[in-house]
């Protein structure tokens, strides 16, 4: 991995997030599949496989729509049964993996508190879950800053490694989601009410 200086990092848009968090550092050589997290990875991996599923299969609906109405119909009627059926599993494993937490959340990586450094350039195995749509995403992130804040806890900021074109985009979908909810609630507050 080559190092970026903080004008290369900035080059995407960042969120403030609060999203169910789960870091755990990968020791020297193993990667994110081998690293031993507790949580019950087979669900984490279905509801991560699912919306992957989901993502690449977009096209596929168009075309099925250009060519027969009532059949994407239909098959968006089985894709939001799918899909709360990947919300109930993302409820279950948010009691496993925690209360969500807030973070600084980009396509290029993510920002999080730690009660304890993290040394710049470990290597972490992440599982998030960003909601509301409940997307399970599990990457690996290399460390590239830590700081001690007033409060006595740590910024710990990452960069995202080996992130697939799908991941990436499923990352980019939910902060331009984000970003939308904040700028109407904000374009809410600032109008006046009659």
Do not use: W
Not at 117 to 128: D, H, V, W
Not at 131 to 157: K, S, T, Y
């Amino acid at each position: 991995m080559s190092t970026r200086d903080a004008d290369d990092r900035r080059e995407y848009y960042r969120i403030e997030d609060s999203i169910a968090l789960e870091i755990h550092p990968l020791k020297q050589g193993e990667t994110a599949d081998e690293s031993s997290i507790d949580s019950p990875s087979r669900l984490f991996g279905l509801l991560s496989e699912l919306h992957l599923m989901d993502f690449e299969s977009q096209h596929l609906l168009r075309h099925i729509h250009e060519r027969d109405r009532t059949l994407a119909s239909y098959l968006k009627v089985i894709n939001k049964r799918i899909d709360l059926l990947g919300q109930a599993l993302a409820q279950s494993l948010l009691r496993d993996i925690g209360p969500a937490r807030q973070v600084t959340l980009s396509e290029g990586g993510i920002a999080f508190g730690s009660p304890h450094p993290i040394e710049p350039g470990s290597q972490l195995a992440i599982r998030m879950v960003l909601m509301p749509q409940a997307l399970g995403l599990a990457l690996h992130a290399v460390v590239v800053h830590n700081q001690l804040r007033e409060d006595g806890q740590f910024d710990i900021g990452t960069e995202f490694e080996s992130l697939t074109d799908a991941q990436r985009q499923l990352l980019a979908r939910h902060i331009l989601q984000k970003q939308a909810q904040q700028r109407r609630l904000a374009r809410e507050r600032s109008s006046p009410t009659s």
